[in-house]
């Protein structure tokens, strides 16, 4: 169920966020006035990062036995994706900055908006695992 709810949050931001928009106005979530370019942005990104935080942390939290553990998993699992996320944008920035890129001011856009869309999910991962690792060796102690 956590894995529908995460793929429904994802496909929203894929596929246009008029119609979630609209029926949240309908259900009185939203006032009317926010039918307005503006909140579609923020809207897509709590919806993106909702979903993507949830199909790291639901199988994590369903595999995992105890809280040490799936503190250690959920803080392995941040790192991996903040490298990934913003690996690719740091690499662009030190090719150019060293010479590497024939672009000396490159503007990549996508790898941008890849590490925005990342960059928060990835940092709520590595500090509640964190939390949660010391908190599952505190009380194993």
């Known amino acids: 169920m956590l894995a529908l709810l995460a793929a429904a949050l994802v496909a929203t931001v894929i596929f246009g966020t008029s119609l979630p928009i609209m029926l949240l106005v309908r259900?009185?979530?939203l006032p009317a006035s926010s039918l307005n370019p503006g909140t579609a942005g923020p809207l897509s990104f709590i919806w993106f990062s909702g979903g993507l935080l949830m199909l790291i942390v639901g199988p994590?939290?369903?595999?995992a036995h105890n809280i040490a553990r799936k503190g250690a998993w959920l803080f392995a699992s941040g790192l991996v994706l903040l490298v990934a996320g913003?690996?690719?944008l740091w690499f662009v920035g030190l090719?150019?900055?060293?010479?590497?890129?024939?672009?000396?001011?490159?503007?990549?856009?996508?790898?941008?908006?890849?590490?925005?869309?990342?960059?928060l999910p990835?940092?709520?991962?590595?500090?509640?695992?964190?939390?949660?690792?010391v908190v599952g060796k505190v009380r194993h102690a």
């Open 60 to 63: 994590v939290l369903l595999f």
């Open 27 to 29: 259900l009185g979530v």
């Open 86 to 88: 913003t690996g690719p």
């Open 95 to 119: 090719a150019s900055q060293f010479g590497l890129s024939a672009d000396p001011n490159p503007n990549p856009i996508f790898l941008g908006i890849l590490a925005f869309l990342t960059f």
């Open 122 to 133: 990835a940092m709520f991962l590595v500090v509640s695992g964190a939390i949660l690792f």
